[in-house]
């Protein structure tokens, strides 16, 4: 599966962005999905995780009740609306796919989009 991730930019803190990971072919539904990140400087971190048919998620407790992953499986699409966001939420984010029901670690991921760069500022 190939991976395809937009929606990065520059916001204010506090304000909003909508991240997207669209994959290309049929198997698209049965990989799990996520976001990770990786700010300056720092390692890749994990963010989000959605479940094949998106009824299960999990969070990072730095994104907890501000981030919502979501994905349309008619789309192969995998959203990551982000609120609140904060300075600290500047990094590079990657969407990734892997076989493990809710991944978590990095090593999980098989499959890498190229990462879109969300910049909170003010």
């Known amino acids: 599966v190939q991976l395809q991730a937009s929606g990065g930019g520059v916001v204010q803190p506090g304000g909003s962005l909508r991240l997207s990971c669209a994959a290309s072919?049929?198997?698209?539904?049965?990989?799990?999905v996520g976001w990770v990140r990786q700010a300056p400087g720092k390692e890749r971190e994990f963010v989000a995780s959605?479940?094949?048919?998106?009824?299960?998620?999990l969070y990072a407790d730095a994104v907890k009740g501000r981030f919502t992953i979501s994905r349309d499986n008619t789309k192969n699409t995998v959203y990551l609306q982000m609120n609140s966001l904060k300075l600290e939420d500047t990094a590079v984010y990657y969407c990734?796919?892997?076989?493990?029901?809710?991944?978590?670690?990095?090593?999980?991921?098989?499959?890498w989009g190229q990462g879109t760069l969300v910049t909170v500022s003010s």
């Open positions: 959605v479940s094949r048919k998106g009824d299960l998620t």
């Open positions: 990734g796919a892997a076989i493990s029901v809710l991944p978590r670690s990095t090593y999980e991921y098989g499959y």
């Open positions: 072919g049929r198997t698209f539904r049965t990989y799990s």
